[in-house]
Each structure stands twice: as structure tokens, then as C-alpha cells.
């Protein structure tokens, strides 16, 4: 049997819990491999999370210079956050948008999902491109250090070049946005999904 091929993983075998915080939970788990083998894996569970493409009519995009302690620094990233419980990625990604950037779209359309490191993390983020944008008040929380700015849609593509820009997120996102819209009103994901089947 090649690991390519469709089949019933049994992953869960067993759970050794390290660190239960609150928005990862850390641990070691024992998963059968597609080849058969048992393995213990170093798991971090994340709710998920969801971004946003707010792209204005001037064809600049929305950009948080935020300030990220674990990266060292400063980064440029898309306004984004955490799946709260029962919330769908639609509503995460238009509540991120209304408190970090101060922001309301009428229009979203779906970039797709993303993994952010599944080698350990478990993290998945869905992507959307927002459009017909206003104003609302900002509401950042206590931990977060934000600014907000608009740069052209062509010169945020060249800082994901040249690595201005470094967040795994925000790169996809301004990619596929990019993507979907030299499509037209084509569906970026659908054409994905076709692109696969065939």
C-alpha cells in the first residue's frame, strides 16, 4: 500500500496531557501512522484561527505593524485571532477586523484555509478577502501593541518578496488574494478544488 492512497488512520491512541493553557493545549501523543507504525508526537491543539484581506477601493491593503514578543520584534501581519468557542471562521475573521483595524466589510469572499506548522502545531487559519470597507471604533486588547496602516496591494506583494513581510498568515493571504482577483469574480478556492480533481 503506498502513503498516498486513501485510508482509515487511527490517530488518537493515547494522550500524555503536559500543559493545558488558554488557547493552546500541550502534550505527547501516541498516533498509528498510514505505514502502521506507532509513534509519540509532540502536539500542540489550537482552536484555529481566521484573517482578513481588507482591500479598499484605492486597491491598498489593511496592514497591522504589531508588536510580537516570541518573533523578537515587530511584524506586518493581516488583522486576525483565535476561533473563539462555537464561533465560526466568517465571524472570528469579521470580528478580528472590527477590533484591530477598526474596520467593516460588506463584501467577504473565502481565500481557503491554511496550516500554520503541522508538523507540531495544530492550528488551522481561514483566509478571507474583505471589501467595501468602513469605519467602526477600534477595540484593542491589553496585550496588544497594534498599528494600522494601508499600503498599495502592489507594494505589500513586494515586501512578501523581499521579506519585509514574514508571518506565514499574512504571505498566503496577500497571495491568494492577489490570485482571486486576477480572476475575476472565478472562485479561487473552487478553482483549486477543480484543479485537484482533474
Not at 502502521?36 to 484573517?51: M, N, S, T
Not at 486588547?141 to 494600522?148: C, N, Q, S, W, Y
Request: glycine share 10%.
Amino acid at each position: 500500500m503506498s502513503l498516498d492512497e486513501s485510508t482509515d488512520i487511527e490517530t488518537d491512541i493515547a494522550e500524555r496531557p503536559a500543559f493545558h493553557g488558554k488557547i493552546v493545549d500541550v502534550g505527547v501523543e501516541r498516533v498509528r501512522l498510514p505505514n502502521g507504525r506507532q509513534v509519540d508526537l509532540e502536539v500542540i491543539r489550537h482552536p484555529g484561527g481566521a484573517a482578513a484581506v481588507a482591500l479598499d477601493e484605492r486597491r491598498r491593503v489593511c496592514l497591522l505593524r504589531q508588536y510580537r514578543h516570541v518573533a523578537g520584534g515587530w511584524l506586518w501581519e493581516l488583522p486576525a485571532g483565535k476561533l473563539d468557542p462555537g464561533e465560526g471562521p466568517a465571524v472570528t475573521a469579521e470580528r478580528e477586523l472590527a477590533e484591530e483595524a477598526g474596520l467593516v466589510a460588506a463584501t467577504w469572499d473565502s481565500l481557503g484555509q491554511m496550516h500554520s506548522s503541522p508538523g507540531v502545531f495544530a492550528e488551522v487559519i481561514h483566509l478571507f478577502l474583505a471589501r467595501g470597507l468602513s469605519e467602526v471604533d477600534l477595540g484593542h486588547g491589553a496585550d496588544e501593541v497594534i498599528e494600522v496602516h494601508w499600503v498599495a496591494l502592489d507594494k505589500v506583494l513586494q515586501w512578501c518578496l523581499n521579506g519585509t513581510i514574514t508571518d506565514a498568515k499574512t504571505l498566503v493571504g496577500l497571495y491568494r488574494a492577489a490570485a482571486f482577483l486576477r480572476q475575476g469574480s472565478e472562485s479561487l478556492v473552487d478553482h483549486q478544488l477543480l484543479t485537484v480533481a482533474e
